[in-house]
């Protein structure tokens, strides 16, 4: 009997997990989102990762065992885990709020083995409760693409007109939301993709174009997804004084020289890096409420490098996700 057991894949998998220790979990991944973050660490663009590595930072799956010291989940439960896997808890940044700035945090799947797995273990700390009203895939891409697109969007503050440089998966999430919020739409795709201006009129830009375009109205504000330098200036040039452009993606190409008008008049500058916890309750909370509609790409897990380099090439719109189970 014990023999029989031990040949089934399953259980062989399960018997060679690591066993959580302290406040970590081990968690059946049920499906992990693809994100563009992932092609940045794969390439080498991003310093520090850890080698070998197991990518992936947009995990759905089910608490299998915890460590001892874990508080407030149990077995079976579902948890999503984000990008942020560690964080020191008290330097100054951890103790004012902004955990996404600890200089020693770690990041899942880029400094920990992530989720293009069967298996992932977690700190229990920083897994996050997902609403029961998203199936599993659709959960996937709201766990960095949509936290990301929503920590973007809080810095744009009250700007009505908002424009979304790169039309990928966080954008497709915070359109949507924007929307929600009574906000105007303007979307910036690569010159001549149709398909994605189509994509983004459908979830509720008022005007979609190619990111060389000149919107219809200035705008008050517009966050940059796509990693290409030379769309600041662009997004600069395309905002009103006082207005903000957010860089929201971890890695861009160099930036061109622009003039200094195009900065003039109070207008500001700024990236957002990471994720809070805090960022991950308020998300989830929004989300459901919204309510949010992923457009999902579904590969099997064995298929994680077809998915990656779809994402490259544009290949889908949306989000991808590696189903595991
Ligand atoms: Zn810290
Ligand atoms: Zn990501």
Request: charged share 20%; aromatic share 8%; proline share 6%.
């Amino acid at each position: 009997m014990l023999l029989e057991a031990a040949r089934s894949p399953l259980v062989w998998r399960r018997v060679n997990a690591p066993e959580p220790r302290g406040d970590e979990l081990l968690i059946r991944v049920r499906c992990c989102g693809v994100c563009r973050t992932d092609l940045h660490v794969l390439d080498g663009e991003l310093p520090g990762s850890k080698l070998p590595l197991v990518l992936g930072h947009q995990i759905v799956g089910t608490v299998v065992a915890l460590g001892r010291d874990v508080d407030g989940l149990v077995e079976g439960q579902r948890v999503g885990v984000p990008w942020l896997g560690r964080a020191c808890g008290d330097c100054r940044f951890c103790s004012f709020g902004q955990e996404n700035l600890c200089e020693r945090a770690l990041f899942t799947g880029y400094q920990l083995d992530g989720g293009y797995a069967e298996y992932v273990v977690a700190q229990a700390k920083f897994a996050l409760p997902l609403p029961g009203s998203f199936s599993d895939l659709q959960a996937a891409p709201l766990l960095c693409a949509g936290l990301i697109g929503h920590r973007a969007l809080v810095t744009c503050g009250d700007a009505e007109r908002i424009g979304l440089y790169g039309f990928g998966s966080s954008a497709h999430i915070v359109a949507q939301v924007a929307r929600y919020q009574g906000r105007r739409v303007f979307a910036f795709t690569r010159p001549g993709d149709l398909a994605a201006q189509e994509f983004a009129r459908r979830l509720g830009a008022e005007w979609a174009g190619g990111s060389d375009e000149t919107p219809p109205s200035s705008l008050d504000a517009a966050v940059i997804f796509a990693p290409a330098g030379s769309l600041v200036p662009r997004a600069l040039r395309a905002i009103r004084r006082g207005g903000s452009v957010v860089c929201a993606g971890i890695h861009m190409s160099d930036i061109p020289s622009f003039p200094y008008e195009l900065l003039w008049g109070e207008r500001k500058l700024c990236s957002v890096a990471n994720l809070t916890r805090r960022d991950g309750i308020e998300f989830l909370e929004l989300a459901p409420r919204v309510p949010v509609r992923t457009e999902v790409r579904t590969y099997p897990l064995e298929q994680a490098n077809q998915a990656l380099d779809d994402l490259r090439h544009g290949r889908f719109s949306g989000a991808a996700v590696l189903s595991v189970t």
